[in-house]
């Protein structure tokens, strides 16, 4: 690519900048960090990174177009979280390295984006690309950005101490793994470099974060990070915050006095209190209501709490490790899921893949949960499997993911005859999803038929089909549909009217 004179400016699109586009009264309108710094300096090309769902940036490039007159170019950037430093850092490194091939002045613009993004702009600007920094606020107006210490003289010096036995252990995440994260069964190298990031954030008391479909095994990473940890000794509690009623939320959390409700005969702790000292394992995290969301966010802010119908407050000391199977971000971005709560506990982030996604691991925990259930059960003691039932389970889609192999393998083992679980015993054991009801080709084109509808009713049970096992995601939705990116599928979805 040549380089041109061009000065480009390069930012995340941040909620600020969001919400002015999405404002009603264009006399009252803020226009956000973006717009305010465009119309302050001169550009030539604005490159915008962002982690929102495009249906949120879309509406807001559109806006864009009305303020601005220069060529702007969008990057989405798939993120576990808008705090993964890693990812950040990686795809932060690679748009800018891109893009200072393509021009002679680069600025970046601080302003937007998490306090992630913006330290890994400010490491990358004074490290490896020769930039300027800009930040935009109400107050200051657009303001260059002068950061007085050089980076690579001051800090260099300090990680040339380390010696190459831990940078080897650093760069490959081979650091040895505590036992308690040995029941964890895998030789995919993303999971075992998030088993490494786990132990870390076992050793350090930060709130975690897990994601993943389910049955990828988040309680059994939340268990292991607690075993790891200094706090192993004390209670493990866990709740699916999903399954507790509604009018229960409160009291199972923060416990009751007696007579608070009818029912209530005595006193009773809530989970806080229950897991004191240790860690309490909040499951589908994602399913609270907003209101409690503001009183969780503040036993998490002040450790304290009142049980429904007491008057006294009660301390605890309580590290918490959230899960969810929903995309969090986008919950906040629609404002189901409350911002500021979700940064108190997404400190520390681990994204599980699917099993579809660990190469290696299907035939592995095949043979290890058949290890377990012979040592669990004698009646199972001799049981084996045949290549051809292994090579029936490699052709499953897993959708249930662990859990479902888990219970799979259980069913069948029980049901055969002999000792050896044949692929007719795998075959009735599994759960397939009914065929459709109307078969796309038996219809009656004598009749007269809708072309365009069938084809729609097909993509469309596709499309959702992808989505749901991918937890929205929609590059992964892609991937699995054949789809060239994220933005065919958005193509597809709008032709055929799928929301
Ligand atoms: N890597 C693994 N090695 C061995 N067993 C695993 C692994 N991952 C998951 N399992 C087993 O699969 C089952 C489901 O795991 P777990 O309950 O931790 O999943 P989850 O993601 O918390 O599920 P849900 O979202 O439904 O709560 C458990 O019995 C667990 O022990």
């Known amino acids: 690519m040549k ?24 006399d009252m ?36 177009e009305k303020h601005v007159n220069i060529p702007v170019t969008a990057h989405y950037i798939e993120l576990s979280s808008p705090v993964n430093f890693g990812e950040i850092y990686v795809s932060a490194n690679e748009i800018l390295s891109e893009i200072s091939k393509q021009c002679s002045r680069l600025s970046i613009l601080l302003s937007p984006g998490t306090p992630a993004m913006q330290a890994v702009w400010i490491l990358l600007g004074k490290t490896r690309y020769k930039c300027t920094f800009l930040q935009s606020s109400i107050e200051q107006g657009v303001q260059e950005v002068t950061i007085p210490f050089e980076l690579s003289a001051e800090y260099v010096p300090a990680a040339k101490s380390i010696d190459s036995e831990q940078l080897k252990q650093l760069s490959q995440s081979t650091a040895p793994v505590d036992a308690a994260f040995d029941n964890i069964v895998t030789r995919s190298p993303r999971m075992l470099a998030l088993k490494a990031q786990a132990q870390i954030l076992a050793e350090r008391e930060v709130p975690v974060l897990i994601t993943g479909e389910t049955g ?55 989970v806080f209190e229950q897991a004191n000292g240790g860690t309490l394992f909040l499951d589908e995290f994602g399913e609270l209501e907003p209101s ?60 599980l893949p699917p099993l579809r996604e660990r190469e290696g691991d299907l035939s592995l925990l095949i043979d290890s949960l058949l290890d377990a259930m012979r040592k669990n059960d004698p009646q199972l003691e001799h049981k084996n499997i045949s290549p051809n039932a292994k ?25 055969c005859q002999g000792n050896i679980i044949n692929a007719d015993d795998i075959r009735q054991s599994l759960f397939s999803v009914p065929a ?64």
Not at 31 to 39: A, Y
């Open 3 to 26: 380089r041109n004179n061009s000065h480009r400016l390069v930012s995340w699109i941040g909620g600020n900048d969001l919400k002015a586009s999405s404002s009603d009264n264009e």
């Open 29 to 64: 309108i803020e226009f956000g960090p973006i717009v305010s710094t465009l119309q302050n300096r001169n550009f030539d090309h604005l490159e915008l990174l962002y982690n929102y769902p495009s249906k949120l940036v879309e509406p807001y490039l559109k806006w864009l």
């Open 391 to 415: 090579n029936l389970m490699f052709q499953h889609p897993w959708r249930g993911n662990i859990r479902e192999l888990q219970s799979t393998l259980l069913r069948s083992a029980l049901w």
């Open 216 to 270: 990828t095994g988040k309680e059994l990473f939340a268990r292991a990070i607690h075993n790891a940890s200094a706090r192993k000794e004390k209670p493990f509690v866990p709740v699916n915050c999903g399954a507790i009623p509604h009018e229960l939320v409160d009291s199972v959390l923060f416990g009751h006095k007696k007579g608070a409700f009818t029912g209530a005969t005595s006193d009773k702790p809530g």
């Open 292 to 351: 409690v969301q503001v009183r969780l966010l503040r036993v998490l802010q002040e450790g304290t709490f009142v049980p429904v119908g007491g008057t006294s407050e009660h301390r605890v000391d309580v590290r918490i490790i959230t899960a969810t199977h929903r995309n969090l971000m986008e919950l906040v971005a629609n404002g189901g899921f409350r911002e500021d709560l979700f940064y108190r506990i997404a400190v520390g982030v681990l994204h």
């Open 436 to 499: 459709k009801k109307n078969d796309i080709l038996k219809k009656d084109v004598s009749q007269g038929i809708d072309i365009n509808e069938i084809i729609g009713d097909f993509v469309g049970e596709y499309i959702c089909e992808a989505l749901a096992l991918t937890g929205q995601n929609k590059t992964r939705a892609a991937q699995l549909l054949g789809l060239k990116n994220y933005q065919t599928l958005n193509n597809w979805m709008e032709k055929y009217g799928i929301s």
